[in-house]
């Protein structure tokens, strides 16, 4: 059994997916269900996953599949989801033709702090989709929300989505995930100095952080970056 916004979501993914042939972004699902954030629209949609109603598609953007409906959805009455409108324009004169982007949907691992350093992060929190491009070489890859402003002049805002390489290793001026004690994840840049290790933010209000290289893992390497606005 559905909640009403289970029901809504899915409804509302039924009838633009009908529509546009794609389903709709998750702004778009945030908007037409009058949610505030789209952490709301990341639990709805695990749901219906769980509920065997949709399935996420590996290796797309808006990979979302409807594998089923409810009986109730036919009988609910008085729901109209909220079809955006308008949202389809002609492209500019001279405008770049469309090209098909390679894209891979990464695990967020939650928020990783470029401040002060936060508990380890060890669960998935949601997926997002990036350009196959933006993944350097091979090894695994996730991605984790930025929190803080110490690497601003590294150009990495409070809110912006990094994308990191697992590896254990790092070389000199590494923007790097950083596990510091077994217990605190920061996001600094790497300097070796002998036997010890040098976390300096890109941010002149924070200082470096110095320790003992045994207190200090290596998570991953920063290898890309997505933008929020």
Same mark, same amino acid.
């Given at each position: 059994? !559905?909640?009403?916004?289970?029901? +809504?979501?899915?409804?509302? =993914?039924?009838?633009? @997916? +009908?529509?546009?042939?794609?389903?709709?972004?998750?702004?778009?699902? #945030?908007?037409?269900?009058?949610?505030?954030?789209?952490?709301?629209?990341?639990? !709805? =949609?695990?749901?219906?996953?769980?509920?065997?109603?949709?399935?996420?598609? &590996?290796?797309?953007? %808006?990979?979302?599949?409807?594998?089923?409906?409810?009986?109730?959805?036919?009988?609910?009455?008085? /729901?109209?989801?909220?079809?955006? #409108?308008?949202?389809?324009? *002609?492209?500019?004169?001279? &405008?770049?033709?469309? @090209?098909?982007?390679?894209?891979?949907?990464?695990?967020?691992?939650?928020?990783?702090?470029?401040?002060?350093?936060?508990?380890? =992060? $060890?669960?998935? $929190?949601?997926?997002?989709?990036?350009?196959? $491009?933006?993944?350097?070489?091979?090894?695994?890859?996730?991605?984790?929300?930025?929190?803080?402003? $110490?690497?601003?002049?590294?150009?990495?805002?409070?809110?912006?989505?990094?994308?990191?390489?697992?590896? *254990?290793?790092?070389?000199?001026?590494?923007?790097?995930?950083? !596990?510091?004690?077994?217990?605190?994840?920061?996001?600094?840049?790497?300097?070796?100095?002998?036997?010890?290790? &040098?976390?300096?933010?890109?941010?002149?209000?924070?200082?470096? %952080?110095? /320790?003992?290289?045994? !207190?200090?893992?290596?998570?991953?390497?920063?290898?890309?970056? =997505?933008?929020?606005?």
């Amino acid at each position: 059994m !559905l909640t009403r916004k289970q029901l +809504e979501l899915l409804t509302f =993914i039924k009838t633009r @997916t +009908e529509a546009d042939g794609v389903p709709p972004s998750f702004d778009e699902m #945030k908007e037409a269900l009058d949610l505030r954030s789209k952490s709301g629209i990341h639990r !709805l =949609i695990t749901a219906l996953e769980e509920r065997g109603f949709i399935r996420r598609l &590996a290796h797309r953007a %808006r990979a979302l599949e409807i594998i089923k409906l409810p009986e109730a959805m036919e009988k609910a009455a008085g /729901f109209a989801p909220k079809v955006i #409108k308008g949202d389809k324009v *002609d492209p500019p004169r001279d &405008a770049m033709p469309v @090209t098909t982007v390679h894209a891979l949907e990464l695990p967020v691992m939650g928020r990783i702090a470029a401040g002060v350093p936060i508990e380890a =992060i $060890s669960e998935v $929190s949601h997926h997002v989709a990036v350009p196959g $491009s933006m993944l350097s070489g091979r090894g695994n890859h996730y991605a984790l929300e930025v929190k803080g402003d $110490s690497m601003i002049e590294a150009g990495i805002n409070d809110g912006d989505i990094v994308v990191i390489r697992e590896q *254990d290793t790092a070389e000199n001026g590494d923007i790097i995930v950083a !596990l510091v004690e077994d217990h605190e994840a920061t996001l600094k840049r790497f300097r070796r100095r002998g036997g010890m290790i &040098a976390l300096e933010a890109a941010n002149p209000a924070y200082e470096t %952080r110095v /320790f003992p290289d045994y !207190l200090v893992k290596v998570q991953g390497r920063l290898v890309g970056l =997505i933008r929020s606005y």
